[in-house]
């Protein structure tokens, strides 16, 4: 217990913080946003369409949607390190498989698998237990766990280089094992709650007297005070409607952006390098949403700070479908970047702002249902419409339309601690 006390004198959250970051920045950097680079390098080898490789992706939106509340259930129930630790095997194992993938099908269950992986071991699981280890710093700390993310498009480059230089195939074989061998010692670290280890939130300082714990059958100490609404409770707000709904108009152009950034830039005449280039701009200029945004949240209305990004995300998209030459790059990332950054730490802590940590990963598997209808259809139909007339264009001008409305959503939603009849009526719990 000690360790978790005098850590160099540095409260444990901020450990929880960093180690969250650098999982988020290596093993995100791989299996969410540096996947595109193996996109064209697949379809060349392969011979598959655009449309029916694109489907995996899709295949993985479904997959997400299925498994990310029952994935959410048990990092509430298990804790974020074992969830982790299970996750990041499964990522690496479906690597190897990707490796030696000979037809469609297998491709499509090495991809399911990397999902299943990618949905236990990277994001909910890390997002969960930093909201429970802060408050009042919650949208900074968070900001600073999802610019692991924004750090990781330095991976792109770099998969381009591999793949380039080794083949697609290769690469693979190479990222499976080092995953593996950064990914678990580093899972080994997190920690799900402070309280069963004498701490509080944001370090502050109590009797530990106060800090009540109950065993469970298994001898593990549980905090007993977790605050907030229980998932079936959210269920019945207004306001886990609107987010889910935030979620869904965002979801179309970002599932596609993902996946296809680079063979949409191709496309258009960027050069292939450049367009490896883009991918880390994306998500080094969403740095200035996910830290800047957030760090202004804890002082000011994260509302209004994401109906700002979700306009500059919207604005960025119109761009990006009209782009023809390299220079349009710079103003689509100086937009689309922290549009699309802010609302990933801000949506968080205000969900905790709302409806607290009881259930906190729980519930934002539930939420990222919204994800899973874009997920599914956006990168399919944005590869079906290439197929037929050559290029992207119209996919990104509709997916940009359908972003606009995030913003109105977003003005409907009343940022404040909600508490249900049942809820009400419950003692507080210290």
């Known amino acids: 217990m ?135 710093r919650r949208a900074l700390a968070l900001g600073i766990v999802a610019s692991g993310f924004g750090l990781c498009g330095i991976m792109s480059p770099v998969l381009v280089y591999l793949i380039d230089t080794y083949t697609w195939r290769t690469t693979l074989l190479i990222l499976g094992p080092a995953i593996l061998v950064l990914g678990l010692p580093l899972s080994l670290l997190m920690r799900h709650r402070p309280e ?61 952006i993902n996946v296809l950034n680079i063979s949409h830039l191709v496309n258009v005449g960027i050069p292939r390098d450049t367009a490896g280039w883009a991918v880390t701009g994306i998500t080094a200029f969403s740095l200035i949403g996910r830290l800047g945004f957030a760090w202004l949240g804890d002082r000011y209305s994260k509302k209004k700070l994401i109906i700002l990004a979700a306009a500059m995300e919207a604005v960025g998209l119109f761009i990006f479908a009209y782009i023809s030459a390299p220079w349009m790059i710079i103003p689509f990332l ?40 874009p997920g599914l259809i956006a990168p399919y139909l944005a590869g079906w419409l290439c197929d037929l007339q050559g290029n992207y264009r119209l996919a990104f001008l509709i997916y940009a339309i359908i972003s606009v409305f995030a913003v109105p959503t977003m003005m409907l939603i009343n940022v404040k601690p909600i508490k249900t009849k049942a809820a009400a009526m419950k003692p507080a719990l210290h």
């Not at 701490?199 to 300082?205: A, H, I, T, V």
């Not at 977790?226 to 152009?253: H, I, K, N, P, V």
């Not at 990933?344 to 905790?352: D, R, S, W, Y």
């Open 2 to 136: 000690n360790i978790f006390k005098k850590a160099g004198n540095v409260f444990y959250g901020w450990w929880v913080v960093v180690v969250s970051a650098i999982m988020f920045m290596f093993i995100g950097g791989i299996s969410v946003y540096g996947f595109s680079a193996f996109f064209d390098p697949i379809i060349n080898e392969m011979g598959w369409s655009r449309a029916e490789t694109s489907l995996a992706f899709s295949l993985r939106s479904v997959e997400s949607g299925i498994t990310a509340p029952i994935i959410g259930f048990f990092i509430d129930r298990l804790g974020a390190r074992r969830c982790i630790f299970i996750g990041i095997v499964i990522i690496g194992a479906s690597f190897l498989l990707m490796s030696r993938v000979s037809n469609v099908l297998t491709f499509y269950i090495s991809f399911l698998l990397l999902s299943l992986g990618t949905s236990a071991g990277v994001s909910n699981a890390q997002y969960a237990a930093v909201a429970n280890w802060f408050r009042r």
């Open 196 to 256: 069963p280890y004498g701490l509080r939130p944001d370090g502050d300082k109590e009797d530990p007297a106060t800090v009540t714990t109950t065993p469970t059958p298994q001898g593990k100490m549980v905090n007993s005070g977790e605050d907030g609404l229980t998932w079936r409770e959210c269920l019945a707000t207004r306001t886990f409607w609107l987010m889910t709904l935030f979620t869904f108009f965002s979801g179309f152009a970002q599932s596609t």
């Open 334 to 373: 100086l937009l689309y970047g922290p549009g699309f950054g802010a609302p990933i730490p801000l949506m968080q802590a205000v969900q905790a702002d709302c409806f607290g940590t009881r259930d906190f990963a729980s519930l934002r598997g539930l939420l990222s249902l919204g994800w899973t209808i």
